[in-house]
């Protein structure tokens, strides 16, 4: 069972490059039929009291990894390469899982009293108690972000066969519908221009702007989504995976990745932010460009 706030002890780990040789038998996840998979995902774990464990947890064969410790429910959320497992702390024995079904991420919300859990069409929210109080229905496509704000979720859907971008808002409290939000809406001005979430161009800049990202960088291991191009240089606006943006300039290095402090980027928690910043001044300056260059002509 879950605890009051507070109560519970907070769970260090450290994801292993494979299976230990030496120390306790490691404890073995599996998604509901022990097969004979010998090594997945391989996590040590240190409890409060100081004693450790090792888990080896049956994983996709890619995809979202994230660890979650919820001190508040004596719970640990792990995704194993889009694999989810919700594990009670004190006895890594007891735990729970949603299957096959792909899991994009976990969040918790403000007060810590609910885990929010993104299963490729679905939000699955789990109380301290480590059991499921409400599931979404009919979200319309492919959950990519979660941000749980004063009680309101607001869930990044990928709609079907090419369709836009789209916010689905939904009570934290019990998964009601509150409204719909359309990224395709936003105007973008010049030089910026908008590129569909599923266009070849979109991946190449994903894929480009992972290349780029050295270890040590703040956005390494972060999953952005692009949503515009700057057609006058090669700054991009990404969508990262909270729901947060993030304006990278990229340099399509020969040997990836950068050094520190590239590729630069600049931070903003919504749009409305970034258009004010970012793209209205450069919507100004672009045109002063071309002004000065046909008087010169």
Wanted: aromatic letters at 10%; proline letters at 6%; charged letters at 25%.
């Amino acid at each position: 069972m879950g605890t009051e706030p507070g109560t519970g002890q907070s769970v260090r780990w450290e994801v292993l490059k494979g299976l230990p040789g030496v120390g306790a038998i490691p404890k073995h996840f599996h998604l509901g039929h022990p097969t004979p998979w010998t090594e997945g995902l391989v996590v040590r774990f240190w409890n409060g009291d100081g004693s450790e464990w090792v888990g080896n947890f049956q994983a996709g064969g890619s995809g979202h990894t994230e660890i979650v410790d919820w001190p508040e429910a004596n719970a640990i959320a792990v995704i194993a390469r889009d694999k989810f497992y919700l594990v009670d702390a004190k006895d890594p024995g007891d735990y729970g899982t949603l299957g096959q079904g792909p899991v994009s991420g976990a969040i918790l919300n403000e007060d810590r009293t609910r885990l929010f859990v993104a299963e490729e069409y679905e939000v699955i929210a789990y109380g301290r108690d480590r059991t499921p109080v409400w599931q979404s229905n009919g979200l319309g496509g492919t959950v990519i972000s979660m941000t749980d704000t004063g009680g309101v979720l607001a869930v990044g859907v990928e709609e079907e066969m090419g369709e836009p971008f789209v916010t689905v808002c939904l009570s934290a409290e019990d998964g009601s519908y509150l409204e719909v939000q359309n990224d395709s809406s936003i105007l973008f001005l010049e030089p910026w221009v908008a590129l569909r979430a599923d266009s070849e161009s979109a991946k190449f800049f994903e894929h480009e702007v992972a290349r780029e990202l050295a270890p040590s960088h703040s956005l390494y291991g972060r999953r952005l989504r692009t949503v515009a191009k700057n057609s006058a240089c090669d700054d991009l606006l990404f969508r990262l995976d909270d729901g947060t943006y993030a304006e990278v300039h990229l340099t399509f290095t020969r040997t990836p990745p950068e050094r520190p402090g590239w590729p630069r980027y600049r931070a903003f928690e919504n749009l409305a932010d970034w258009m004010v910043a970012s793209m209205r001044p450069e919507h100004i300056e672009h045109f002063r460009r071309q002004g000065s260059r046909s008087e010169g002509a």
